[in-house]
């Protein structure tokens, strides 16, 4: 006999509410950007096609601050790299904080990075999102507000959880 609020029906409706439940977002790390309106750009990538923040509105950003001669970006970027593969619904650019692109572009090939990247020439991009520890990681939402900033060490994970907040924010 099935007693109105069996261990089965308790699991099933703990199961519904979890999945209800917009995901948390991560800590983010101090950032005057926060909730602002990320700085608009439009630069050439490092394939030649031009790179238009203003053309991604409606879709969830995330923004990526690398160098070559930063060595946790040498482990951190394949593995956005994977994760991007997976992501069919959210724009990835890079961004190249080395003082020439060829250094930025050795990097991109040598990793097999495929998401735009772009050179921020002079560091004017690395101002602009007030980026001062790489790598950094920027989420931002479909109206293009800064919503997520990573912390140093801050995995893939955060990354991950910060998108799916903001993916799920709107739904």
Do not use: N
Request: glycine share 10%; hydrophobic share 45%; net charge positive.
């Amino acid at each position: 006999m099935d007693e109105p609020w069996s261990r089965r029906r308790w699991l099933g409706l703990v199961a519904l509410a979890a999945g209800c439940r917009p995901p948390e977002m991560p800590p983010s790390a101090p950032t005057s950007l926060l909730g602002e309106q990320a700085p608009e750009f439009s630069r050439r990538g490092l394939d030649g096609r031009a790179v238009d923040s203003a053309g991604l509105r409606g879709k969830v950003v995330v923004v990526e601050f690398f160098a070559r001669y930063c060595e946790p970006c040498w482990k951190h970027l394949p593995k956005v790299q994977r994760w991007t593969a997976r992501q069919r619904d959210v724009a990835v650019i890079g961004i190249g904080a080395d003082e020439f692109a060829g250094d930025t572009l050795a990097m991109v090939r040598a990793l097999g990075v495929a998401f735009p990247v772009v050179h921020d020439a002079g560091l004017v991009l690395t101002a602009r999102f007030r980026v001062d520890k790489i790598p950094a990681t920027l989420v931002l939402d479909r109206e293009g507000r800064v919503r997520w900033r990573s912390f140093p060490g801050d995995g893939i994970g955060a990354m991950d959880r910060a998108v799916e907040a903001v993916r799920r924010a709107r739904d």
